[in-house]
């Protein structure tokens, strides 16, 4: 099972600021990556997929990169609504695996 | 409208059976794969289940292997999840979710639409 680990749990910044979140997989999962953001008592929302490519909708400010074992998605300027937790997911392998999650807050 | 409905979620006994429902409506639904997630309480997202568009290829994650089916009627653009043998950890929002592409488009397992869940409870 392809473990991935996200950092850091909890990222506390203010409107405004850039956000940068990373997750880690235990062996390569090439560019088979995606984000997905979750807002309280809500379904998770499809960010970006393939490492890198927005899903349909998904503003500009929102961007991500990596390939291998090691990614990043970047908030460049927080907007209030941005404040929610944040998973990354690999589909390189059965089974499909999400990581812990980052909780961005309000600082 | 494009969405996904859960239902059939409740409280159950350790041991008991209990058969979730996704309708699907406002999108081809015969032509994507569909999965199912769940959350346990303050926990994060577990993939659950997969299928494929025709219904021929599962795949199920180590906990639930050998306890839960899933099962699709395009007919009736629903997606199931039989779940047997029930057990105090499989308590969890369970969400059902459809792939980003059509079935063979593209590559699949990204899900870009997802259900409101229904909640399973698991306690005596």
């Known amino acids: 099972e392809i473990v991935l680990t996200q950092s850091p749990a909890t990222l506390s910044l203010s409107p405004g600021e850039r956000a940068s979140l990373s997750c880690w997989a235990s062996q390569s999962v090439d560019y088979y990556l995606s984000w997905y953001q979750q807002k309280p008592g809500q379904a998770p929302r499809l960010l970006i997929y393939?490492?890198?490519n927005r899903a349909a909708g998904i503003p500009a400010r929102f961007s991500a990169s990596g390939s291998g074992t090691d990614f990043t998605l970047t908030i460049s300027s927080l907007e209030p609504e941005d404040f929610a937790v944040y998973y990354c997911q690999q589909r390189r392998n059965w089974p499909l695996t999400f990581g812990g999650g980052t909780k961005v807050e309000i600082k | 409208e494009v969405q996904l409905l859960e239902s059939g979620g409740d409280l159950v006994q350790p041991g008991g059976s209990l058969r979730l429902s996704c309708s699907a409506s406002g999108f081809t639904f015969s032509r994507y794969a569909m999965n199912w997630f769940r959350q346990a309480p303050g926990k994060g997202l577990e993939w659950v289940s997969s299928l494929c568009d025709r219904g021929v290829s599962t795949y199920y994650a180590d906990p639930v292997k050998g306890r839960f089916t899933i099962t699709r009627d395009n007919s009736k653009n629903t997606l199931y999840l039989q779940m047997t043998t029930l057990r105090a950890e499989d308590t969890a929002v369970y969400y059902c979710?459809?792939?980003?592409?059509?079935?063979?488009?593209?590559?699949?397992?990204?899900?870009?639409?997802w259900g409101r869940g229904t909640l399973v409870t698991v306690s005596s």
């Open positions: 393939d490492a890198s």
């Open positions: 979710a459809k792939d980003l592409l059509i079935y063979g488009s593209g590559t699949p397992w990204y899900f870009d639409l």
